[in-house]
């Protein structure tokens, strides 16, 4: 398999939600590959996308304000690309139970739209879209492999459940090149910190360097997480292999940890901090799956990847960024 | 238990696609239970709403045409129910594959805006939802119970398990009574008989009464069927039982048959006709699902529901009812 720089040397790559934080993470990675880059991006205050994720690349990128649901913008957009990376959505599961129209109208209605147009416009393009671990629901056993039923506990789950669905089928039935990676807790540098709609690890991040305590809920729960370099090597991975089309394939880290556990050693690192332990009101409640770690052995034996950062080496390269660029983040 | 009867006397109830094959048998019945009913159809031309479904009960029931996609309609109709029946739907797989963005708005969108208005606006009410066979795909084992896995294999599949999901999701964390009913081919008066968007079935009773052949793809596929009057008692069942709430059943009827035995078997009880077996093309081929038939031994044991019509039977009266009025129909 020919390197990543020899493959994507003046290709044409479309990210979608390209200034969040993964997006903006492996637009890094194309620019050193020499690909030509477009970044997509809503900027929805909500949502993850911030241009300073991008400071300095972004000379060697162009980037289209626009949000995925304009399908009008994304079918321009989306002609005459080799590459497209699907991570715009909504992520924020407690949103997508207070507003689940806004949740479908991005994570399944824009992601058919940008399907439809490629079926129809270029059906050459090769896609790799970002699902979750969410559409598991609470898991049945553990680790949970691809295999494992799909119960989603909340409205976001569910409608990524269905844009996963249409990835698989355009590629399956239409032809369309489409790899699925669905994706455990991801942390890393240009995450969100400003609340927990992206990640709870990104408030904690916050919460620590502000001096405040980490709230952390109940703290039993074990999960599991991936740096975000090694997602961005997945993705990659996908994009470059013909082995992944029509498939779907579980990330995941280092063993899992006990959220009580990732406090510790989150305030260990800092060197201070202290941790508060609150417990689930009832509505809350209802949509937590419990444990949750991936098996990602399918990825491993068909695209080669593993991820190679161990999660303290992640927490600090993490807490080192926060630590110098914490303002424009909150 | 209540009878029917008892239960659904001056209740309010709404149907949507209350014009449609099943949605109007379902009307008749819930007229002799003495029902305030609304009836909501579309009367798109390629659905299966029909003024004809109706004529011998206009004057009990109030029709209100409106499409599930008008929101601001369904809003309104919504309201002040104490049951809907949600049997509006787009049905035809090769539709959903040709233009999966009105199958999105239909069997998906409208769905989540339809209960969004419960949860807002009439929390009490219980729905009924009827859901499809076709999320599950092509059987790894059967008869095919509940648990087998989610694994739809074109658009109209997939967003009828997001629909179904929105359902359960709404009951479990919303506390909504919703329950879903997955529905096998159901045959029957009223059923679409103009083309195959519906049933094939349909397609097949207007070859025979036309004196064509009937046109059998392939043959050898098993399937299983249940007559429309067993739909309407198990739509009844689960309005009446808080036991099905959050919870999704099968349907099925007789053991299954043959594609190609059943067309045998519709010649015979007509007297007459022939059938040509057809190939299908590589397009078609890639979203066939082979043998299918249901395990609903869960809606035996908690609704107390079973299918009383045999095949033959429900073939009879199918036919007799198309020979005395077919003309209303093609």
Redesign the interface.
């Given at each position: 398999m020919s390197s990543p720089a020899d493959f994507f040397q003046g290709r044409s790559v479309l990210i979608t939600g390209g200034l969040g934080f993964i997006g903006s993470n492996l637009a890094r990675r194309l620019v050193a590959c020499g690909a030509k880059i477009v970044l997509v991006d809503s900027l929805v205050p909500e949502y993850g996308g911030n241009l300073f994720n991008i400071t300095d690349i972004a000379d060697s990128v162009k980037v289209n304000i626009s949000d995925v649901r304009d399908r009008y913008s994304l079918k321009y957009l989306v002609q005459g690309q080799d590459f497209i990376f699907n991570l715009a959505g909504q992520t924020s599961h407690l949103d997508s139970?207070e507003d689940?129209?806004t949740d479908?109208a991005i994570n399944?209605?824009a992601q058919?739209?940008i399907l439809?147009t490629c079926r129809k416009h270029c059906p050459g393009v090769k896609l790799v879209f970002a699902s979750t671990r969410q559409i598991y629901g609470k898991p049945n056993y553990l680790p949970v492999d691809e295999?494992h039923?799909?119960n989603?506990?909340?409205?976001n789950g569910?409608?990524k459940?269905?844009a996963e669905?249409?990835h698989t089928?355009y590629s399956?039935?239409h032809g369309l090149k489409a790899c699925v990676l669905r994706l455990t807790n991801t942390i890393g540098p240009r995450m969100r910190v400003r609340d927990a709609r992206q990640t709870f690890v990104g408030m904690w991040i916050r919460q620590l360097l502000e001096g405040r305590p980490i709230e952390v809920w109940e703290g039993q729960q074990l999960r599991d997480f991936t740096y975000v370099e090694d997602v961005v090597d997945a993705m990659l991975a996908a994009a470059l292999s013909e082995e992944g089309n029509g498939r779907v394939f579980n990330l995941g880290g280092d063993p899992p940890i006990s959220l009580r556990d990732l406090a510790a050693m989150m305030i260990d690192l800092n060197g201070a901090g202290t941790f508060n332990v609150r417990i689930f009101p009832a509505e809350r409640k209802?949509?937590d799956i419990g444990d949750y770690y991936s098996d990602f052995k399918r990825i491993r034996t068909a695209l080669a990847w593993e991820p190679h950062t161990p999660l303290r080496e992640a927490l600090v390269c993490t807490l080192e960024y926060y630590r110098a660029n914490i303002q424009h983040y909150v």
């Open positions: 139970m689940p129209e479908l399944c209605a058919l739209s439809e295999e039923p799909l989603p506990v909340d409205v569910i409608n459940m269905a669905f249409y089928l399956n039935v209802k949509i």
